[in-house]
């Protein structure tokens, strides 16, 4: 399994970032996938999720409205887009798949990619 997230980067408030994901190495159609974010000093945290087909999505409170969380599964490649950025949103954000290899639940995570919203 390899998640491979891009996009991150410095952005000002109100801006607007996207990132990518892409995925290899299971069949990405299959599962559930999320993204997760982690600032300084915090605990790492659910952002949003969606489900495999893409049919259903769930957001952390925090980013309901700004964030959207989609897929395209001939692409193998799950997306953030990220609108209204705020300082708070500063964080590491992490790609992640659970996946039951041999009846236990395993996360896989990728390399995450770093987002600073800054004046």
């Known amino acids: 399994v390899q998640l491979v997230e891009s996009g991150g980067g410095l952005v000002q408030p109100g801006g607007s970032l996207r990132l990518s994901c892409a995925a290899s190495?299971?069949?990405?159609?299959?599962?559930?996938m999320s993204w997760y974010r982690q600032a300084p000093g915090k605990e790492r945290e659910l952002v949003a999720a969606?489900?495999?087909?893409?049919?259903?999505?769930n957001y952390a409170d925090s980013v309901k409205g700004r964030f959207t969380i989609s897929r395209d599964n001939a692409k193998n490649t799950v997306y953030l887009q990220m609108n209204s950025l705020k300082p708070e949103d500063t964080a590491v954000y992490y790609c992640?798949?659970?996946?039951?290899?041999?009846?236990?639940?395993?996360?896989?995570w990728g390399q995450g990619t770093q987002v600073t919203v800054s004046s």
């Open positions: 992640n798949v659970r996946r039951t290899v041999v009846g236990v639940k395993v996360d896989y």
């Open positions: 969606i489900t495999s087909a893409g049919g259903s999505t």
């Open positions: 190495g299971f069949t990405f159609s299959n599962y559930a």
